[in-house]
């Protein structure tokens, strides 16, 4: 299973960017799929997750501010992030469980300018 990410970059504040990840190879009843990020000098830290009905849930930090969605039928977890602040760059990393075994993408940068 290979996780592939994309859609990070450089952005100035307020202003808005989306990730997507697509999982390949041997994928089968993917159940929980997730976004974290690891700032810079700091522990990586759940950023959004949902299940494979649809409850999402996010951090207290990023909540009304992005979005994330998925779609079944691609093996793909979507992150739109607006809004963007100095404080959410970061390394994104996508995750998915298949088979009750967690999968991690490599991750995409994401840096915001003030």
């Known amino acids: 299973v290979q996780l592939q990410a994309s859609g990070g970059g450089l952005v100035q504040s307020g202003g808005f960017l989306r990730l997507s990840c697509t999982a390949s190879?041997?994928?089968?009843?993917?159940?929980?799929m997730a976004w974290y990020r690891q700032p810079p000098g700091k522990q990586r830290e759940l950023v959004a997750d949902?299940?494979?009905?649809?409850?999402?849930d996010y951090a207290e930090s990023v909540r009304g501010r992005f979005t994330i969605s998925r779609d079944n039928a691609k093996n793909s977890v979507f992150l739109q992030m607006d809004s963007l602040k100095s404080e959410d760059t970061a390394v994104y990393y996508c995750?998915?469980?298949?088979?009750?075994?967690?999968?991690w993408g490599r991750g995409t940068l994401v840096t915001v300018s003030s």
């Open positions: 190879g041997d994928v089968r009843n993917i159940g929980r």
């Open positions: 949902i299940t494979k009905s649809g409850s999402t």
């Open positions: 995750y998915i469980v298949s088979w009750g075994s967690p999968y």
